[in-house]
């Protein structure tokens, strides 16, 4: 289905009670770099959806914009139908967006308790319920349970990648961006890490998945976009897209 075909969000429903994230008609720069070009996509209260695309699509820029690292020229960003796109990004940290990025971007020098405790600087709902989410972050990731004196920069790839998605779980989001979480990791690691993903899914976190090993994506997906050069053109069912020719010779290297 192309973009042309697909149905706009309005027309979808997305002013309604369903929606957790919305992007409509978004254009965003670097300079005078045109990095999107009319962005529309949307995530439903507690749903997996993919992004997939090409290096230098405008993946990693998509979610920045939806962040607020980057202010969008033209267009809305929206959350539960309210605009987000002209707040600041601990403002909408704040109001349950967070996203673990390209690279993990953990804080090397200090703890896995304290990057774990940096993820609640935003919260105002007291201690015992950070240590209840600290308590469920360690059942979600044991290994970070061993590790919680040792310095982040002395973890593994995948410790570290467990630790990235933990400190944007300590903030209790309603919508979680992850940027590229398979990048660099082995192969048991992915499918541990995509699991994972899939059980912070089942507690009602919706999940936005930038992700360069599409079929792994679109495998724990239910809806997917294709982005080229800052523009979607496909838009799909997640099987759906699977089954696509085009996106099947692109990114899931089946002739």
């Given amino acids: 289905m192309t973009t042309s075909e697909a149905a706009s969000p309005t027309d979808s429903g997305a002013t309604g009670t369903g929606l957790a994230l919305d992007l409509r008609n978004v254009h965003a ?13 949307s995530v439903r209260q507690g749903e997996i959806v993919s992004l997939i695309g090409a290096n230098g699509a405008g993946k990693t820029t998509t979610l920045r914009t939806i962040s ?17 796109d002209r707040e600041s990004p601990h403002r909408i940290v704040e109001m349950g967006v967070c996203q673990s990025p390209e690279g993990r971007r953990i804080f090397p ?24 989410d600290f308590e469920r972050v360690l059942t979600l990731f044991p290994r970070l349970r061993e590790r919680l004196k040792q310095k982040g920069g002395t973890l593994s790839g995948g410790e570290q990648q467990m630790l990235a998605i933990g400190r944007a779980l300590m903030s209790q989001p309603r919508v979680l961006l992850l940027d ?8 048991n690691l992915v499918e541990a890490i995509f699991d994972t993903i899939v059980a912070i899914n089942q507690t009602g976190v919706a999940v936005l998945l930038v992700e360069q090993n599409a079929l792994m994506a679109l495998n724990v997906a239910s809806r997917g976009y294709v982005l080229e050069t800052g523009r979607i053109v496909l838009e799909d069912d997640a099987r759906a897209l699977q089954q696509n020719e085009q996106v099947q010779k692109a990114y899931l290297g089946i002739e």
């Fill in 29 to 41: 720069y670097y300079g005078h770099i045109h990095a999107l070009k009319g962005i529309s996509l």
């Fill in 109 to 132: 020098r200090m703890t896995v308790q304290e990057n774990l405790e940096m993820g609640a600087f935003a919260r105002r709902d007291g201690e015992l319920a950070k240590k209840e």
């Fill in 68 to 84: 607020g690292i980057i202010h969008p020229q033209h267009g809305e960003v929206l959350l539960n139908g309210k605009r987000i």
């Fill in 180 to 187: 590229e979480p398979s990048m660099g990791l082995a192969p």
